[in-house]
């Protein structure tokens, strides 16, 4: 697979490039986490690798704002994933991360959150191993820490949340996930459920059934970070008729911890007039 000015075109789903080009020598990718949304909450390392990018590999939740901080000759490649409808398949990610490295080209791979953390960072470090492509991860803010202290909800706190568990909301392939829903029933900690806004009815069952209280303090935000963010506070009894509100992407947040947060949209009247007058 070579690499040639001319455009990509696509062929077995995957990106190619005009073949004949001679090689740079290998290449780098450095998986980083966009963090949450706002621009602002990059790490500077993260600014720093996005800046120095050739090939920007991103996903659908990068805001456009965060993607304008790499270089405009940078290749920009969307990898959105939605639901049930992904442009790409993991293995063409980790395949085209690897080809575009071994081109000689210094790629991105620009993920939301950390990419860690539900992210399948995991899944493209091993590709790139096994490629003896060099690969480096810088961390991101994961939505979780920007839904919390937006809301002013501590993940853990003295005398009522002990440990954070975080958890996905969605089995592998589809319905249902396969929690450990005893252990997450403990009262004193705090669960944070990613990718479960559709799942929310059953999983406020499940925990309910395993021993959790109806009346344990819950926290819904959608868009954590971004303008249009929206915090519900709820209980674990009424997670459902909540969630029902949200259109997502949205965390849901159970634990006692969560009888600390504010309702609201968007940032608060302080972080604006920051805003504005740094603009």
């Not at 690499?3 to 062929?11: A, I």
Request: overall charge neutral; proline content about 4%.
């Amino acid at each position: 697979m070579g690499v040639s000015s001319g455009k990509g075109r696509r062929n077995d789903r995957l990106v190619v490039l005009g073949g004949g080009a001679p090689s740079r020598g290998p290449g780098r990718v450095w998986l980083v986490g966009a963090g949450p949304g706002d621009p602002e909450l990059l790490t500077i390392k993260a600014l720093k690798a996005l800046q120095a990018a050739e090939v920007v590999v991103h996903d659908g939740l990068v805001s456009d704002e965060i993607l304008d901080l790499a270089p405009a000759s940078a290749r920009r490649i969307s990898v959105a994933k939605r639901k049930s409808r992904h442009s790409y398949s993991q293995d063409e990610i980790n395949r085209m991360l690897v080809a575009f490295a071994l081109d000689g080209l210094n790629v991105v791979r620009l993920k939301g959150g950390d990419p860690f953390i539900f992210g399948r960072g995991g899944e493209e470090l091993e590709a790139c191993r096994e490629a003896d492509v060099d690969c480096h991860i810088v961390p991101g803010v994961t939505a979780a820490l920007a839904a919390s202290a937006s809301a002013g909800a501590p993940l853990t706190h003295r005398g009522s949340a002990q440990a954070v568990t975080f958890v996905t909301g969605h089995a592998a392939k589809g319905g249902e996930p396969d929690l450990d829903w005893e252990s997450l029933a403990k009262a004193n900690q705090t669960v944070v459920i990613y990718m479960g806004l559709s799942m929310a009815a059953p999983i406020a069952a499940r925990l309910m059934a395993a021993g959790r209280a109806g009346s344990t303090p819950a926290l819904l935000v959608e868009n954590a970070s971004r303008a249009a963010e929206r915090r519900l506070t709820t209980t674990l009894a009424g997670l459902a008729e909540a969630a029902a509100n949200l259109n997502g992407p949205a965390l849901l947040i159970v634990g006692e911890a969560m009888a600390l947060a504010r309702e609201g949209e968007g940032r608060t009247e302080v972080e604006t007039l920051i805003r504005e007058a740094r603009a």
